[in-house]
């Protein structure tokens, strides 16, 4: 049986946590003063582009535009009252991620979803934050990481130097801590930091470029209040455990108690992935 899991809301207030929103206009700029003190309303170039692309991402993300669609530069402009440099930088980046391409004498035509760089954590950012993908996407990177993640922990428990066995343990304990007084946000970065430095620790170049999805998907669990109001005492022994076996070079405690971590992570959040369709099916 799953555990219940008492759904806490936290505010977000992480840039990375921004929302995409439906549809953007001219009035996407920040207030700066020009140098004479008049508060003119000027365009921020940066927040503009980051803005136009997330709005763009989420609306093929979620079908609205679907595959095959054609988008127009020029239009883009004008609908989001930005200049054509804005939007080319936009449609750059989603080109490079596989959401469109460029097509001679047609313009900018999206891509279907298997054309898509799904390990991004833009890509996953915006399937997590649109309520119709964000089961399927927790699920996909659930089972990434039970696949990956007590591999790492072994590889970890093998090839990681003292410094990186002592870190780890040090974090085990500000995670017990962190948990136990309640602090979600602070135990969300600790337990970010620990995944991740246990992907590096592994040696293995790969496993660690998983780094930024991992911290994506503990992100959101905690913005999606599908965390506990303390975090279950048998998850924080279990980071503890797998700290102490890297440490000691107990390959096959730290695999299992990554395991174990895994599973109960599972268990916990199936409940947002228990009707979302598989790929393809």
Do not use: K
Not at 30 to 37: I, P, W
Not at 84 to 108: K, W
Not at 168 to 177: M, P, T
Not at 215 to 239: I, N, Y
């Amino acid at each position: 049986m799953s555990p219940t899991v008492t759904r806490t809301t936290v505010t977000r207030n992480s840039p990375r946590a921004r929302r995409p929103i439906p549809h953007l206009f001219p009035h996407l700029l920040r207030r700066r003063t020009n140098g004479c003190g008049d508060g003119t309303v000027v365009p921020v170039p940066g927040i503009l582009h980051d803005r136009v692309l997330d709005d763009l991402g989420s609306r093929i993300v979620l079908g609205l535009l679907p595959a095959g669609s054609v988008v127009v530069a020029e239009s883009l402009a004008g609908q989001y009252g930005v200049s054509m440099s804005v939007v080319r930088g936009a449609l750059g980046v989603l080109q490079s991620l596989g959401l469109v391409t460029a097509t001679r004498r047609v313009g900018i035509r999206v891509q279907a979803s298997a054309r898509w760089a799904v390990l991004d954590r833009r890509v996953i950012g915006w399937r997590l934050a649109a309520a119709s993908t964000r089961g399927a996407q927790f699920r996909s990177l659930t089972e990434l990481r039970s696949a990956i993640e007590p591999a790492a922990a072994e590889l970890a428990a093998r090839f990681a130097t003292p410094e990186t066995g002592r870190r780890l343990h040090e974090l085990s304990i500000e995670l017990e801590r962190e948990g136990r007084e309640g602090d979600l946000h602070a135990f969300m970065a600790l337990d970010i930091r620990f995944h991740a430095l246990v992907l590096e620790a592994s040696g293995n170049e790969l496993f660690a470029a998983l780094a930024d999805d991992v911290a994506e998907v503990l992100r959101e669990r905690t913005l999606q209040g599908l965390m506990p109001r303390r975090p279950h005492e048998e998850a924080l022994r279990l980071h503890r455990e797998t700290a102490d076996a890297i440490e000691r070079r107990d390959p096959d405690a730290a695999r299992a108690a990554m395991d174990r971590i895994m599973r109960r992570t599972a268990a916990e959040v199936e409940q947002v992935w228990r009707e979302a369709p598989r790929a393809g099916s």
